[in-house]
């Protein structure tokens, strides 16, 4: 906002209020909303009635905590910009799981300023994020008395494991949500000085493969040699998913997946990001990954595989000379268009159980987390509002992106609300999210507000100009 | 004892103290001594001392708890048969960790007694076995006012973790120990019919892997296709060490394997156990070994490598989008003569650096647990007394056979007090040892503790005839 000329009055109760904003995030990071764990249910319930009487405090009406069938869902809104576009900010107030804890430097629940930064789980994805537009919003309401535009809030609890009730809750409150786009706050930007505008996402599918080769774990001095071991055909089972080059081999694994356009290659090129810069972010000697494609290409527009946790027999200190009777894997998919979760998720599980030993009995447990890949039409009027608000707040053009990420909510709103999303938060990628010492910038924290007051405010008259999908 | 005439006097000994002697087993079974967990620490000492006070009960002399720079042992004697073989009695009275605790039926700590079955962890390794010489000692004593020969004890707190300071405690305490053979009572029979001896040994060598692939744990989003993942290396790294056919494909790992003699294949031949039984007591609907060899080969004097640990990543409920940047496995081997576990555990290492991608760092942990494969000639003077003792208490002439298990104590045994070992224990292959619900059958506890006056009887007046070495 440097050079807007005389500081406006939202601008300067920002500056006066900055503290409590700050001491609000540090208060909702103290609650450990971990949505996949069942011992934080309550964690969850507490971080919502945090949100939505924040929601509340900051002028948002009809502020209500809605049941979902799962981890509830905070709305408000402030209706009032009559003849005005109406816009729902998504967002989600819970984080992942903080394990493995003794990674961490501080309690991850313990949020500890260092500077700029602030470290706790779900610091930078996405509790930071979550407060820009709730902080940007209070700011006009208490000074101009109004907002620009006409604003919904939903904020979700159940993103990080897949947002598993949401399409049901959408569909059920359709009127409720109805909008002319969605405004994702679950989003960030380049660097300091490179904003940019994620324009598509990978989708994703996630399995739990289950082994079992025994009734009852064995001794392996008496049945060593004698039967198969969980975890030995775990391991091949695994192993046989992709080439060593790092190719998935599942078979039609890449049927679906959409030709590169050279517009999309063009734009891929373009991205300022050197295999250098990628190591030092990831701290890795060597990158890795599917022959044939650029690093970016393999992020933004290839689908992957992965093994996300691992688990058989004896893990403690020393020896126990067990032939394990069971063993799991945990497996989730990016997927990239034209690919569909089932259709993936059917071809892995139809593999592993071709290339299962006969010796063991392998079964699949179900888990959340299925999304559809993602992109939006770059001449969208929301994704032109953001582009604005970025280059006055960076006094640069942001690039628009891709990210190899997954949020299903863009697919949902997409498909049931009949919207597109337009991105705007502040998390950089080498903030440690899903990663012990998670960390946010605080001054992005600061312009990240700024940055919604912009973007609301570039929507008003434009009712007219929207081409809403 | 069917048949042997008038009730000897400590035989009605045995018969009027049964229940003592059962409720002491109990007693024993509910110090979850542990020798591998950190916090069971106080609970092996404490095993350690209500052992000792137990010898000293029985009439043990010169009781005394030693260090041995890690659990301690326990040592008592019995040293007044002036030129009679001098005979060391050797149990332990650590036992295997019980996880995972979901899968007992119930506590592993507070035995369980169901008609002729006590269930607890260690009740059939080998804490039953541990009190069968005590109690035959005692009921010699307690009536004869003396044993038929010299007994030495030594009941060590290690053997669960691989015996490791074991070697360096015979040494130091050679003269102490000094005997002229060993008894292992941490041994077992084929069934309630049928005795055994058990003349060879499997030894064992034990690693654990550890992977590397990045500084920290990362998004599967953000670096999913762009960098290697821990557990995805580990899992290769695994898979390359066997065939999908069960041979170790580890370079080398079969070159010192000594050949079958037609003797030990005629041996294996004549060992009353069928496939069925088999798949019964391990629970397998199929057996599954490296090809060419018959399942007691394979258990016998084949050597094995199996997988007993295995963990990366997220292993909680749901899904966590992480690439893992660690992961780890516990491997061991059982060896076979003339294998050598420094040999096994080089050839290993070597496979697995060179088979590693070269985007993740490989690294290893040693574990204890190493022991030389072992053999007792079968002319052997203590082998005698132990067929003479199984023949009066079954009826029956017992089988020799080998087992794939190891005792690495018998291989120190023989190196450093210059002494071959004989086995005479009472636990049977099904019992569950090292699984949840492991059990001891009463009537084998008490029927061993006859054999245990019988073998030692079975020893008078046979100095002459001992062939030491």
């Known amino acids: 906002m440097k050079g807007v000329g005389n500081m406006a009055n939202w601008e300067a109760y920002l500056e006066d209020h900055q503290e409590e904003i700050d001491q609000d995030l540090i208060q909702l990071l103290s ?36 049941e979902t069938g799962g981890h509830p869902a905070v709305y408000g809104d402030w209706l009032h910009a009559e003849g005005e576009l109406t816009v729902l900010i998504y967002g989600h107030y819970d984080v992942q799981p903080a394990e493995p804890l003794e990674l961490w430097t501080t309690d991850p629940f313990m949020p500890r300023v260092e500077g700029d930064l602030i470290f706790a789980r779900g610091a930078s994805d996405m509790k930071g994020n979550l407060l820009l537009p709730i902080a940007a919003c209070e700011a006009l309401l208490k000074t101009e008395g109004k907002l620009p535009v006409n604003v919904k809030f939903l904020f979700e609890g159940e ?77 091949e089972i695994l192993a046989s998913l992709k080439g060593l080059d790092g190719r998935v081999t599942v078979t039609g694994f890449y049927n679906e997946v959409a030709d590169i356009t050279p517009e999309e290659r063009q734009m891929m090129d373009r991205f300022p990001v050197t295999d250098t810069q990628l190591k030092t972010m990831f701290q890795v000697d060597e990158l890795f990954g599917e022959p044939g494609f650029t690093p970016v290409e393999r992020n933004w527009v290839r689908p992957t595989l992965d093994i996300n946790g691992l688990w058989a027999g004896f893990q403690g200190t020393g020896v126990k000379t067990v032939i394990p009777a069971e063993a799991h894997a945990k497996i989730t998919c990016r997927l990239v268009p034209n690919q569909t979760p089932e259709g993936v998720l059917d071809k892995v599980k139809d593999y592993i159980l071709k290339h299962a030993p006969s010796q063991v009995k392998v079964s699949f447990t179900d888990l959340p987390g299925q999304g559809v890949p993602y992109r939006i039409p770059s001449q969208h009027l929301g994704l032109t509002a953001v582009r604005q608000a970025l280059l006055q707040v960076y006094g640069v053009e942001p690039l628009e992106i891709r990210v190899g990420a997954s949020v299903p909510v863009t697919a949902m709103a997409l498909q049931i609300l009949g919207v597109y999303t337009v991105p705007l938060g502040m998390s950089l990628d080498d903030e440690h999210m899903h990663a012990p010492d998670e960390f946010y910038r605080i001054s992005n924290f600061h312009r990240g507000q700024v940055a919604y007051v912009l973007f609301l405010t570039e929507l008003v008259g434009k009712q007219q100009f929207l081409e809403k999908r």
Chains 1, 2 share one sequence.
């Open 31 to 66: 609650i450990p909303s971990v949505s996949t764990s069942p011992q934080h249910t309550a964690d969850v319930q507490r971080a919502a009635q945090w949100v939505a009487a924040r929601l509340g405090q900051a002028g948002g009406e009809h502020v209500q905590i809605l």
């Open 159 to 235: 993103e990080e494991i897949g947002s598993p009730s949401l399409a049901h809750f959408m569909t059920n409150h359709k009127d409720l949500l109805a909008c002319d786009m969605m405004a994702s706050a679950d989003s960030g930007q380049l660097s300091l000085d490179e904003p940019a505008i994620e324009v598509g996402l990978r989708g994703l599918c996630a399995v739990q493969v289950d082994v079992r080769s025994s009734g009852v774990d064995l001794h392996s001095g008496m049945a060593g040699g004698l039967v198969h071991n969980a975890a030995q055909a775990l391991v």
